[in-house]
């Protein structure tokens, strides 16, 4: 569908954004939760105006949105959407990345040059075997890359450009939004569903190349504050009672060898305690849950409870409070009725020479979210590998496939119309 001889401009696209530092922040309690991001959005506007899209804009909360029109006959064409995210992750710096290209890729470890003790492992990133001979592009060892979603932003766009500038393709209206705050779990909070107008959509911002994810976990945030007795600790025999080690009690009795990120794989979920602040008189432990069903969720808040009830029976002056909030669902639960949006993506892969595999993420996108918000919304491949680290790295050759896959999902949705 995309001719041999034609001019990706996914990679260009990708160097300049990738020098933006969008990071977001987890503690702010602004919307966006950083105000840089709106700097990137508001040049994503300016691209896509350029391209002719005039109805382009960006909205108080940093939303991009833009429509390809239609150039279709037909009239019940469905609406696809594209979707993708400007922030970067809280874990590493995204401030002055310096991409890397590293060309006719060897198949072996790589080493990063401004840092030679971060090394891009094969053997911790094993699809960097099939990479012999590709372009690889990774930051210099002192950023995380961004291309987690970076690499979707200018995939979305280089396909935006092709159905442009190649009117012969048909295609029903194309939907395209760069959400804000994504890696923060916010990415959707003002996300004007009615306004996108879309009937389904496709976050671009999976690693495998092929990839088609249309499950994710089921996610909790779930809260332990510990209370102890503080006094001056000159005159505390008998009295004092520190949080600090009602907490450390309490992690303490957390299993060691299972129910954590670090000793789980695959179906199987988690609890993960990531923040823990607080002094003598209060302490809090903040925990991520995390599983496929809705089941298996309350049966890891009942084990938490119970560990918590445990740890304050042994400290009778003490008191712990249990809080938990509801993230996001299992997007599995809303795509099972709606299986052609899986379909078109199916096929739209085979027929740009790719094997689809169907699988799970060990995570969230926007699109789990927005599935139970009335836009089924799977996520789909764009080549970014060991996103939130400064080993991150994304194929060239993997983000042509993923223009090319977008733009067969486009033009298939309105073949089958």
């Known amino acids: 569908m995309i001719p041999s001889d034609y001019q ?8 300049t954004y990738v020098k933006y530092d969008t990071q977001s922040d987890e503690n702010s309690e602004t919307f966006p939760s950083t105000e840089k991001q709106k700097i990137l959005g508001a040049d994503l506007v300016k691209e896509l105006l350029e391209m002719g899209l005039t109805d382009a804009e960006m909205d108080e909360n940093g939303y991009v949105m833009a429509t390809i029109p239609a150039n279709s006959s037909k009239a019940d064409v469905p609406v696809v959407g594209f979707i993708a995210h400007m922030d970067t992750s809280p874990d590493v710096t995204g401030e002055n990345v310096k991409p890397v290209l590293h060309e006719n890729y060897d198949a072996k470890d790589i080493v990063l040059p401004a840092d030679n003790s971060i090394v891009i492992t094969v053997t911790d990133n094993p699809d960097l075997a099939g990479k012999a001979g590709e372009t690889i592009i990774t930051a210099d060892g002192t950023t995380l890359l961004g291309a987690d979603n970076k690499a979707g932003i200018a995939e979305i766009f280089d396909a935006a450009h ?4 190649h009117p012969e393709v048909k295609h029903g209206a194309v939907r395209i939004c760069i959400t804000p705050d994504e890696e923060v779990g916010q990415g959707t909070k003002f996300f004007d569903v009615e306004k996108f107008n879309a009937t389904y959509a496709y976050t671009v911002d999976g690693e495998q190349l092929g990839s088609i994810e249309n499950e994710t976990f089921c996610a909790d945030s779930l809260t332990v504050v510990f209370e102890g007795v503080s006094i001056h600790p000159g005159f505390a025999k008998d009295k004092l009672l520190n949080s600090v080690k009602m907490a450390a009690r309490f992690i303490e009795k957390l299993p060691k060898d299972a129910l954590s990120p670090e000793t789980t794989e695959k179906k199987e979920g988690y609890v993960h305690p990531h923040g823990i602040t607080g002094g003598v008189e209060t302490t809090t432990v903040k925990f991520l ?11 890891q808040e009942a084990f938490i409870r119970r560990l918590v009830d445990e740890t304050a029976a042994e400290f009778p002056k003490g008191k712990a409070t249990v809080k938990v909030e509801e993230s996001y669902r299992n997007m599995r639960y809303v795509l099972d009725e709606h299986p052609h949006v899986l ?8 027929r740009v020479g ?12 926007d699109g789990a979210r927005l599935s139970y918000m009335g836009l089924p919304c799977p996520n789909i491949f764009a080549g970014e590998h060991s996103f939130h680290s400064k080993r991150e790295w994304v194929s060239i050759q993997d983000m042509e496939k993923a223009v090319r896959t ?6 298939l949705f309105e073949e089958k119309a």
């Open 8 to 15: 990706f401009t996914c990679v260009p696209r990708f160097l």
């Open 162 to 165: 092709f159905l442009l500038t």
């Open 289 to 299: 849950l995390r599983a496929f069903t809705t089941e298996e969720l309350r049966e």
């Open 343 to 350: 379909d078109v993506a199916k096929e739209a892969m085979q």
């Open 354 to 365: 790719l094997t689809p595999e169907i699988g799970s993420i060990r995570g969230g996108t």
């Open 406 to 411: 977008i733009v067969a999902i486009a033009a």
